[in-house]
């Protein structure tokens, strides 16, 4: 059983820039591929970006493409989103993700493990 617990939420404004990590525990890290998916108020948890479990492989939204930047230590069992410029339209409950396919963390579907989730607020 992996978990995952997500750090480095916060409010910033509009410009800003944010450092998210994402710390596993209980498993082999560095056999999973790992995402970042987002869901704002009143809409559907999306997909952000996600990397392959040696990190050749990343995916991003075409939303976050040039902004955001995705890596992982496995030696520190972690994966962080640096985000920059961010804009108010990335205000969002960001949430790590674990699986052993890297291509169901890009899916979004049948991911096998969740962390809890970290608000990042993007004031105007």
């Known amino acids: 059983q992996v978990q995952l617990v997500e750090s480095g939420g916060g409010l910033v404004q509009t410009g800003g820039s944010l450092r998210l990590s994402c710390a596993a525990s209980?498993?082999?890290?560095?056999?999973?591929?790992m995402g970042w998916f987002r869901q704002a108020p009143g809409q559907e948890r999306e997909v952000v970006t996600a990397i392959s479990w040696g990190g050749v492989r990343t995916y991003y939204a075409d939303s976050v493409k040039g902004r955001f930047t995705i890596s992982r230590d496995n030696a520190k069992n972690t994966v962080y989103l640096q985000m920059n410029s961010l804009k108010p339209e990335d205000t969002a409950v960001y949430y790590c993700?674990?699986?052993?396919?890297?291509?169901?963390?890009?899916?979004?579907?049948?991911?096998?493990?969740w962390g809890k989730g970290t608000l990042v607020t993007v004031s105007s």
């Open positions: 209980g498993g082999t890290f560095s056999s999973y591929g």
């Open positions: 993700a674990a699986d052993p396919v890297f291509g169901t963390v890009v899916a979004g579907i049948g991911i096998h493990y």
